[in-house]
């Protein structure tokens, strides 16, 4: 597999020539000494075990307030006259805002730390989520969704550039699955909590989907709060780690990334010259256009099952159950290949023809059957992308490179949606946007087929590696 597209040029010697001499200073950088290195594994622990748990939880959040509307559109739509391209336009909206926002609320974040950028996001996104129980036409609704992205941009790229400043690339394929973990709990969670709202029919002049986004909307702003004064930006800020874990673990990071910049670069022109950056871009993209199409549009598939709202979410909740258990499974086995990239675009590759083979079936069972291979797939596809570019990206290469792949692969979350809205109002069934959607997921995994690993020879500065 050819992981470069200017293999036998002079482009291609010029790059095996800087790589040679980038693998060449690495191998002449201090390295941690074993037990050292068995020290810095004992604080990575203690800090996983005390930053995931509150970072799960504001993404659980962050996910949910990005998805509900799917849920509030059962009935929603109706009361506000959406047709299904003006809802599927109207939902997408939000990642045209994340879009415009999302490079520069990450390089923000860089410059002021996370604990309080994360905050103000949350805080914002929050509040405007809440603010959408108000819309009142297409119009509105269209507003709101594109406010609300604008407000969120840079979570989650953030999120992906925290873990530089605290986990090494051995650790980091763990701490990123564990982290998207928080894709199918929100659903989980949020689809049986979202069909029971939803049952609620009319209180104290608020229609049943209006309670959901504002009940729905609120624990962000709590957890905006908390945020201030529960994370540490760095190691070095760690109020709860020793002087000597600190030094030890900021050596670690300090080591890797000096290889990761000396090979391929550290400032923000260094991402935004690279090409690698645009083609994980673009795989993102195709991951997203799945992962949102589907996840919105899926509460009105399993409507068409025939069964009531409660019913539907406890429905919808079942793919996100088994996707959980399947992407953190199919996250250890790609961790203890020395190559990720034939777990990354299998992964998506089954997505693809599960999504396409319940296309065309019409019995609830099996088509929720298919639904679940295909949640699992795309999730699976989520575990183990994003150990690609924080592989090969550090300083403000890391900062801009993971909110430009963000930002253009968010682009799929208007494009899956608006894409499903469109060909289902000509089509007048789910047939053709679920085949539509199906061939960009493949393309993505051709994509990365082809691009293989860009940072598989990036060696972490230790001795334990």
Same mark, same amino acid.
């Given at each position: 597999?050819?992981?470069?597209?200017?293999?036998?040029?002079?482009?291609?010697?010029?790059?095996?020539?800087?790589?040679?001499?980038?693998?060449?200073?690495?191998?002449?950088?201090?390295?941690?000494?074993?037990?050292?290195?068995?020290?810095?594994?004992?604080?990575?622990?203690?800090?996983?075990?005390?930053?995931?748990?509150?970072?799960?939880?504001?993404?659980?959040?962050?996910?949910?307030?990005?998805? $509900?509307?799917?849920?509030?559109?059962?009935?929603?739509?109706?009361?506000?006259?959406?047709?299904?391209?003006?809802?599927?336009?109207?939902?997408?909206?939000?990642?045209?805002?994340?879009?415009?926002?999302?490079?520069?609320?990450?390089?923000?974040?860089?410059?002021?730390?996370?604990?309080?950028?994360?905050?103000?996001?949350?805080?914002?996104?929050?509040?405007?989520?809440?603010?959408?129980?108000?819309?009142?036409?297409?119009?509105?609704?269209?507003?709101?969704?594109?406010?609300?992205?604008?407000?969120?941009?840079?979570?989650?790229?953030?999120?992906?550039?925290?873990?530089?400043?605290?986990?090494?690339?051995?650790?980091?394929?763990?701490?990123?699955?564990?982290?998207?973990?928080?894709?199918?709990?929100? $659903?989980?969670?949020?689809?049986?909590?979202?069909?029971?709202?939803?049952?609620?029919?009319?209180?104290?002049?608020?229609?049943?989907?209006?309670?959901?986004?504002?009940?729905?909307?609120?624990?962000?702003?709590?957890?905006?709060?908390?945020?201030?004064?529960?994370?540490?930006?760095?190691?070095?800020?760690?109020?709860?780690?020793?002087?000597?874990?600190?030094?030890?673990?900021?050596?670690?990071?300090?080591?890797?990334?000096?290889?990761?910049?000396?090979?391929?670069?550290? $400032?923000?022109?260094?991402?935004?010259?690279?090409?690698?950056?645009?083609?994980?871009?673009?795989?993102?993209?195709?991951?997203?256009?799945?992962?949102?199409?589907?996840?919105?549009?899926?509460?009105?598939?399993?409507?068409?099952?025939?069964?009531?709202?409660?019913?539907?979410?406890?429905?919808?909740?079942?793919?996100?159950?088994?996707?959980?258990?399947?992407?953190?499974?199919?996250?250890? &086995?790609?961790?203890?290949?020395?190559?990720?990239?034939?777990?990354?675009?299998?992964?998506?590759?089954?997505?693809?023809?599960?999504?396409?083979?319940?296309?065309?079936?019409?019995?609830?069972?099996?088509?929720?059957?298919?639904?679940?291979?295909?949640?699992?797939?795309?999730?699976?596809?989520?575990?183990?992308?994003?150990?690609?570019?924080?592989?090969?990206?550090?300083?403000?290469?890391?900062?801009?490179?993971?909110?430009?792949?963000?930002?253009?692969?968010?682009?799929?979350?208007?494009?899956?949606?608006?894409?499903?809205?469109? &060909?289902?109002?000509?089509?007048?069934?789910?047939?053709?946007? &679920?085949?539509?959607?199906?061939?960009?997921?493949?393309?993505?995994?051709?994509?990365?087929?082809?691009?293989?690993?860009?940072?598989?020879?990036?060696?972490?500065?230790?001795?334990?590696?």
């Amino acid at each position: 597999m050819n992981s470069s597209p200017t293999a036998n040029t002079p482009l291609a010697a010029s790059e095996n020539q800087a790589q040679s001499q980038a693998q060449s200073q690495a191998q002449s950088r201090p390295r941690l000494a074993g037990e050292e290195y068995a020290a810095s594994e004992r604080t990575l622990a203690k800090a996983f075990r005390r930053i995931l748990p509150f970072i799960f939880l504001c993404y659980v959040v962050s996910y949910l307030d990005r998805t $509900n509307v799917g849920f509030a559109a059962l009935t929603m739509n109706k009361d506000l006259g959406l047709t299904a391209s003006q809802f599927g336009v109207g939902a997408g909206l939000f990642f045209i805002g994340y879009f415009l926002f999302e490079i520069p609320s990450n390089l923000i974040m860089q410059k002021v730390g996370a604990r309080i950028w994360i905050a103000r996001i949350m805080i914002t996104w929050g509040l405007l989520s809440m603010a959408t129980a108000f819309v009142v036409g297409p119009k509105s609704f269209g507003a709101a969704r594109f406010l609300l992205g604008l407000a969120e941009a840079g979570f989650t790229p953030g999120i992906y550039l925290y873990f530089t400043h605290w986990f090494p690339g051995k650790w980091r394929a763990k701490v990123t699955a564990a982290f998207l973990v928080g894709i199918p709990v929100a $659903n989980m969670i949020g689809s049986p909590i979202s069909g029971a709202l939803l049952q609620l029919g009319g209180l104290h002049g608020l229609r049943s989907w209006q309670w959901l986004l504002l009940i729905e909307g609120l624990p962000a702003v709590l957890l905006g709060i908390v945020c201030l004064f529960s994370l540490a930006d760095r190691p070095e800020k760690a109020r709860w780690l020793t002087a000597e874990e600190k030094a030890t673990l900021a050596r670690r990071l300090e080591l890797e990334q000096g290889d990761i910049g000396a090979k391929h670069g550290r $400032n923000l022109r260094d991402a935004l010259t690279n090409w690698r950056v645009f083609v994980l871009a673009f795989i993102n993209f195709c991951g997203i256009v799945g992962s949102l199409g589907v996840g919105l549009w899926m509460p009105q598939i399993i409507k068409q099952f025939g069964v009531e709202h409660a019913v539907v979410g406890w429905l919808t909740a079942i793919p996100y159950a088994i996707g959980a258990v399947v992407m953190l499974l199919w996250a250890r &086995l790609a961790s203890r290949s020395r190559n990720c990239i034939p777990y990354v675009a299998g992964a998506l590759a089954i997505a693809a023809l599960a999504l396409c083979i319940s296309a065309f079936i019409d019995v609830p069972l099996f088509k929720l059957m298919a639904l679940c291979v295909t949640v699992s797939g795309i999730l699976a596809f989520q575990a183990t992308y994003w150990a690609i570019p924080s592989g090969f990206l550090t300083g403000r290469a890391a900062a801009g490179g993971l909110a430009l792949i963000v930002s253009i692969g968010n682009l799929g979350g208007f494009v899956g949606p608006s894409m499903i809205g469109a &060909l289902k109002q000509m089509s007048g069934g789910f047939t053709a946007p &679920l085949l539509a959607v199906s061939a960009v997921m493949l393309l993505g995994a051709l994509t990365i087929a082809w691009l293989g690993d860009p940072g598989a020879d990036a060696g972490e500065a230790t001795s334990g590696r």
